[in-house]
């Protein structure tokens, strides 16, 4: 019996020195990573600022090539159940959007709106950077704003909250992520989110911005974390409106509490139906990030239609404009909840974000951001935490994730405000503006 | 002491029970499924079958379109890394494939080939099956065979082992799989693996062969399974080109002891290699199933730009003829000039015209959705306890099994033949061993 007894002691302190020594050698294998990225990024040479005039790359002839192929297009019509179609994105919506884009949309708008705002470029490292640069008032200066915006978007997404903050006297900064809008898709492999958050963080430095707001969604959150976590004494704040699941103990004591008693756990439905039942959240993961791991593995060879032919770009780009922000309601057939998500969206700002799309040939170099994250980073965004920076969260109902504060308490431990609101999804900036704005502004008070 | 033993007895016990019911649970899930299925395909109705010409849906204008929209096309240069291509299937060779489209392919051969085959259509259930159908000799009429394609090929894979096969007297019925070549997709959801199997077995019987061989690779295999776990009293043997994964306490022990003794457990290269390392295993897995992980969930959602436009297409459906006919690290440029010389590019070239003139390349990757809703569980859990079966092994194919795994899911194995080389597409890229294979497996049995 006290020989068992030993045996199964010293069984488990075997155990627990090995777990001990992997945490240990991943903890320095993290730093070394780190490390090697903010050497890379030190070494990258100052180069010029340029304007830039988006006119010069959204060209009138481009978007009637575009609309010529419309008319051409070759799409069979779906199943007899056209409402329905399990399959993806219906046939009906492709064809509302090609009419749209051929018949009513007004093409001059994009470039109109867009050049509202002052442009730029300039070199770094592997990228060669697009970014809005709007200079604010004297008093707001100490607190510039970064806005990053994710996948598939463009710089489109702010177009409307910008004017709100630059007129509060902000000073706002918004890169293209590369790939997507006018910065061009690096033309070597390895430029992955944590790259392109060393990236962003020097383009701030340029600029003369030593402690900045960070703001982002989708990608933009995920490399705004990154950059928290690599530069800290650089970020006053970061406000994410996509959270991000991290797995441990938070999640499991939640889960299993939440089983028996969700509204002790639960604030929102949302946050409840995240989880549960958890019988089928593998299969609810299955459904969702489905078009993560293609795109983790194979971007060019299912993207060469969507640069050669709108229907291909609408068809998949242009879905999720729609899809992103509805709300999924799966009593609702397929094609009801797209429509929800057009009167959510607009379907000007679809076509303004699918012209971008189209005249910069960008659709297939945008979905290697996937491969390169998952070829590169995913350890590192794994393992992050935030313990002190300040952060927000807020969460939209038809957005993607939805983890209540405490599960959020895993990665950022310093969260300073975590607001709902009863409207918006995955672009809030675009159909719920008022109240991302209303979060980033009243945020950026309690930090100052 | 004593009463910690009975309560971790009785937790034994208890868990034993509840597995041994859980089990019993869902062998009576899939009993009632294939008598479901089974019930389904007894109340199709029998419809005529129409003589079909090719010709009348393999259009010089619509070949013309293509090559026009080629000549138009944008294809945005990849990296600065000419060796490399990390991200899918390379420019280079989406170019390369559109320019002899335009310059050199010659379509009316596409048709001169498909019409010394003989071609009907019939609607089972909810499918207006097209099938090549070439009677044999008198003395081969006990042992005619069903040719199954998959995803994404068409009945072009067959077109130099139809001869080969007619010349030494088989009688051969080779079906369009749904959504492909001339078999329209279906118009309603729920056609699945399963379906087409009862289909497939209804066809059969209708033209007056009650026994039969099944042969198969990709998708075709997998219909060959069910079609022989619903139907076994039909099928005379089954000859897969395409072996399916089954995890089983054979696959574990064999996992374990090749790990330190390899050469004990398994035959060749690509066999070790599937297994092994063990800790990449999930990392392989998750770059070979990217595709069938998408094309089970958003199949429509990817597909529309391969309908609309050719280099679409190019870049999607070309690249598998390509890249399953190579051992597959697609990173690599050389990769794939390799595979185009396995594949041919005429061949590349024919499947794709089939493809853009029938406009199914967005339907055809439908198949894995309704597979993974519908038969997943039938499939994983099909044995093949007494019909006699033949695995042909290719070096280049994308599942490797050795015979013992194999055994988990077929326990009459007749014929387990390798060869070195040929790939996913062998009726294309080694034809007399896959048509050597199926004759002499069929010798066997007679």
Not at chain 1, 235 to 242: A, F, Y
Not at chain 2, 355 to 368: C, D, E, G, H, P
Not at chain 2, 432 to 439: C, K, Y
Request: charged share 15%; hydrophobic share 40%.
């Amino acid at each position: 019996m006290f020989c068992c007894s030993t045996l199964v002691g010293g069984f488990l302190l075997l155990i627990i020195s090995i777990v001990l020594l992997a945490k240990r050698r991943k903890s320095l294998r993290l730093k070394k990573l780190v490390d090697a990225l903010k050497d890379k990024a030190n070494s990258w040479d100052k180069s010029e600022i340029i304007e830039f005039d988006p006119r010069t790359k959204m060209l009138e002839v481009d978007f009637n090539e575009m609309t010529d192929r419309l008319k051409k297009r070759i799409i069979i019509p779906n199943l007899v159940e056209p409402e329905n179609s399990p399959y993806g994105t219906p046939a009906t919506y492709v064809n509302l959007v090609a009419d749209y884009l051929t018949n009513s949309f007004n093409f001059s708008m994009v470039n109109n709106v867009l050049c509202q705002f002052k442009h730029f470029k300039t070199v770094i490292g592997d990228i060669n950077l697009h970014f809005i640069h709007m200079v604010g008032s004297e008093e707001k200066k100490s607190t510039p704003i970064m806005l990053l915006h994710g996948w598939p978007s463009t710089v489109w997404e702010f177009h409307k909250s910008i004017p709100m903050l630059v007129e509060q006297g902000y000073t706002v900064v918004i890169p293209s992520l590369p790939g997507l809008g006018f910065t061009e898709p690096p033309n070597v492999t390895g430029v992955s989110p944590a790259v392109m958050a060393c990236a962003y963080h020097k383009l701030m430095l340029q600029l003369g911005y030593k402690r900045f707001v960070i703001h982002g969604g989708d990608w933009g959150s995920i490399i705004g974390s990154l950059m928290t976590y690599m530069y800290p004494e650089s970020i006053i704040g970061l406000h994410n409106t996509m959270n991000q699941v991290k797995f441990g103990w938070r999640q499991i004591l939640q889960t299993l509490v939440g089983a028996v008693f969700p509204s002790l756990v639960y604030t929102t439905a949302k946050e409840k139906g995240f989880m549960h039942p958890v019988s089928k959240f593998g299969q609810r993961l299955y459904q969702k990030f489905a078009y993560f791991h293609v795109q983790s593995v194979l971007p060019d060879s299912y993207g060469y239609g969507m640069v050669d032919s709108p229907v291909g770009l609408i068809g998949w780009i242009g879905s999720c404009y729609a899809m992103a922000s509805s709300s999924k309601d799966t009593t609702k057939s397929a094609m009801a909840n797209i429509e929800d998500g057009i009167k959510c969206f607009g379907l000007d700002n679809i076509c303004a974000m699918i012209s971008i799309f189209w005249s910069v040939r960008s659709a297939q170099a945008s979905m290697r951001i996937y491969h390169e994250f998952y070829s590169n980073d995913t350890e590192l965004l794994s393992s992050l935490c935030i313990p002190n920076v300040p952060v927000a969260i807020s969460n939209f109902p038809n957005e993607g994730i939805h983890l209540t504060r405490f599960a959020t308490g895993a990665i950022f431990n310093n969260i300073k405000q975590y607001n709902y609101h009863t409207h918006g999804g995955h672009f809030s900036h675009i159909d719920n503006t008022k109240a991302v704005v209303g979060d980033l502004t009243s945020f950026i008070q309690k930090i100052k | 002491m004593f009463c910690c033993l009975t309560l971790i007895g009785g937790l034994v016990l208890f868990i034993i029970f509840i597995v041994f019911l859980a089990k019993r649970k869902k062998s009576l899930r899939i009993q009632n499924r294939v008598n479901t299925l089974k019930d389904k395909a007894n109340s199709w109705d029998e419809s005529e079958v129409i003589e079909f010409n090719p010709r009348t849906k393999l259009l010089e204008d619509d070949f013309n379109e293509m090559t026009d929209r080629l000549k138009k096309r944008i294809v945005v240069p990849n990296l600065d890394e000419p060796q490399n291509s990390p991200y899918g299937t390379p420019a280079t060779y989406v170019n390369m494939v559109a320019d002899h489209m335009t310059n050199s392919f010659d379509f009316s051969m596409v048709n001169n080939v498909l019409c010394q085959f003989k071609h009907f259509k019939t609607v089972i259930g909810d499918i207006n099956l097209h099938f090549i159908h070439m009677v044999g000799s008198e003395e081969k009429k006990s042992t005619p065979i069903m040719l199954l394609h998959g995803w994404p090929s068409t009945v072009w894979e067959f077109h130099k082992s139809i001869p080969m096969l007619v010349e030494e007297g088989y009688t051969i019925i080779a079906p369009s799989l749904p959504g492909h070549g001339f078999t329209e997709p279906p118009s309603v959801t729920g056609v699945t693996p399963a379906v087409m199997a009862c289909a497939y077995h209804k066809l059969m019987i209708q033209l007056g062969y009650k026994r039969f061989i099944v042969h198969g690779g990709d998708w075709g295999a997998i219909i060959g399974s069910l079609m022989t776990y619903m139907y076994p009293e039909s099928v005379i043997g089954l000859h897969n080109t395409m072996n399916h994964f089954k995890l089983g306490w054979r696959q574990i022990l064999q996992t374990l002891v090749g790990a330190v003794f390899p050469s004990l457990v398994y035959t060749t290269e690509e066999e070790k290699r599937f297994m092994h390392p063990m800790f990449k295993f999930s990392e392989r897995m998750y770059r070979k199933f990217a595709y069938f992980h998408v094309q089970s969930v958003l199949p429509d959602s990817y597909g529309y730009g391969m309908v609309d436009s050719p280099v679409g297409l190019i870049g999607w459906i070309g690249s598998r003829f390509v890249l399953w006919s190579t051992n597959g690290y697609d990173t690599v440029l050389e990769m794939w000039r390799e595979g185009v010389q396995n594949f041919g590019i005429e061949n590349i070239c024919s499947n794709l015209a089939i493809f853009w003139t029938q406009k199914n390349a967005l339907s055809s990757m439908r198949i894995y959705h309704e597979f993974y809703w519908n038969d997943k569980e039938l499939f994983s859990n099909l044995t093949i306890p007494n019909v006699p079966v033949a695995i042909s092994n290719f070096p280049n194919e994308i599942i490797h099994l050795t015979k013992f795994a194999s055994w988990t899911t077929f326990k009459n194995i007749k014929q387990f033949n390798y060869h070195t080389h040929g790939g996913h597409f062998s009726h294309i890229d080694n034809t007399e061993a896959v048509v050597g294979d199926l004759t002499s497996f069929i010798q066997k049995l007679q």
